[in-house]
């Protein structure tokens, strides 16, 4: 990956997990939050600081950051996994851990549509 004097992407390739697809213009990626910051503050972070829900936006530690598709960004725009999964369906295994994991390591709550859905995407798995 090439940057400018400002550390932003101009040119490189990137994998966009969510399509299994290379991308090779940095216009066409988003930075993607596992868990839609929408979807979190429904979850629980609107009960927190800003400096808190800072951190966990922005947060390297437990990162839930993805580099995607601006596409599939979009489609994705604040959904959970009850309406919308990866349009790649062998990326439904890593997607339901990563979304667990988020939900769990930060204590957000997880709504019936999750629930229901989530024990299906984790049967994708191979172990």
């Not at 995407?121 to 191979?126: V, W």
């Amino acid at each position: 990956m090439v940057q400018d004097d400002q550390c932003h992407a101009v040119s490189g390739t990137w994998y966009s997990a969510y399509h299994g697809r290379t991308i090779e213009s940095a216009s066409c990626i988003d930075i993607d939050h596992v868990v839609p910051l929408k979807e979190a503050w429904r979850s629980g972070t609107s009960a927190w600081s800003t400096p808190e829900r800072r951190a966990f936006a922005n947060g390297l530690i437990h990162s839930q950051l993805i580099a995607v598709s601006a596409g599939s960004n979009r489609a994705k725009d604040d959904k959970d996994p009850g309406d919308w999964k990866p349009p790649l369906q062998s990326y439904s295994c890593t997607c339901s851990r990563a979304w667990i994991s988020v939900k769990a390591t930060y204590q957000l709550t997880v709504n019936p549509s999750e629930a229901a859905c989530l024990p299906q995407m984790l049967d994708t798995c191979d172990t």
